[in-house]
């Protein structure tokens, strides 16, 4: 029978790869530097190729170690999604769950859902990832996040998602606005010169520029938020208007601002929160048990 490689050494390869850095990566996986120095030796011996550059101050990783570190990051995950099939069916709600969420859902959402997810499901432990939807999803599909909680449509590939509420725009202007009062704020209505939006990279944007038929040209370029609360702040100065999702609305994003809401009129002027995992993955039934418990705290809440 052919030699092959370990999972151990495989994980270390990855680790220096991903670091360039013995000391990191020994550290990354909970060993002495000259614990994982040796695995790597012992991987290279088997597979008979350098793997890594050794200096006195540097590991630089060949174009075949990182080959093989791209190939050993598909072989850990399967070997990690056969650990969880085996714990689902134990039991599906138990254990740690690394659950990714976007800036512009968790502030939100995730103070009203916790509650409920803890009492619902003592057993199951979720670490919480914010970052924007580009990125959490590359993580995702790496394997370093379970799921992730992302707003739609957006480009997902091949992950499986399953639908947990519609959040609606509100149109947000000072109280002194043209569009301050009335009936809802018709999209094609809403001055694109004054439109104060999230900086690139948050799918906020681009939702938000549908919702009111805009093209993807830059509008306010000279002030463009980090956060949705940094937009309600320059809203507040005078600075424009802004689409601001609902469910950020509702917990409270606009408290003490002497500031107009309205509703975004239109058939479907808002986004889908969905949760996102990886097709592959052994916790479908943990994903669609999460995903269910989301909605109905959901639902109850805006009851």
């Known amino acids: 029978m052919k030699p092959l490689p370990t999972l151990r050494q495989l994980r270390y390869l990855v680790a220096v790869v991903d670091r360039c850095h013995f000391g990191q990566a020994a550290e990354a996986c909970l060993v002495s530097q000259s614990t994982l120095s040796a695995g790597i030796q012992e991987l290279e011996d088997l597979l008979g190729a350098t793997l890594v550059e050794r200096t006195r101050r540097s590991v630089l990783p060949t174009p075949l170690g990182r080959e093989i570190a791209e190939r050993a990051r598909q072989l850990l995950k399967g070997a990690e999604e056969l650990v969880d099939i085996t714990r689902s069916a134990a039991d599906p709600m138990s ?92 999209p094609v209505a809403v001055p694109s010169e004054d439109l104060l939006l999230l900086e690139d990279g948050h799918c906020l944007r681009d939702h938000a520029m549908a919702a009111c038929a805009l093209d993807a040209t830059p509008h306010n370029t000279a002030f463009q938020g980090t956060s949705l609360h940094t937009l309600v702040q320059m809203v507040a100065n005078g600075l424009g208007v802004t689409l601001l999702p609902q469910m950020a609305v509702d917990s409270g994003i606009l408290r003490g601002l002497d500031l107009a809401v309205r509703p975004l009129a239109g058939d479907r002027p808002g986004r889908r929160i969905a949760l996102a995992w990886r097709r592959t993955s052994g916790r479908k039934e943990t994903f669609q048990r999460l995903a269910e418990a989301l909605r109905a705290e959901m639902t109850r809440n805006d009851a």
């Open 95 to 186: 254990g740690a769950l690394h659950l990714g969420v976007i800036p512009t859902i968790g502030p939100f959402l995730i103070p009203r859902v916790m509650p409920a997810l803890r009492e619902a499901f003592p057993r199951l432990r979720l670490y919480l990832r914010e970052d924007q939807t580009a990125r959490l999803l590359g993580q995702l599909n790496a394997g370093k996040l379970d799921a992730a909680l992302l707003a739609l449509p957006y480009p997902m590939g091949d992950l499986e998602t399953e639908d947990i509420a519609e959040d609606r725009f509100c149109f947000v202007c000072p109280t002194g606005h043209r569009l301050s009062g009335g009936d809802p704020a018709q």
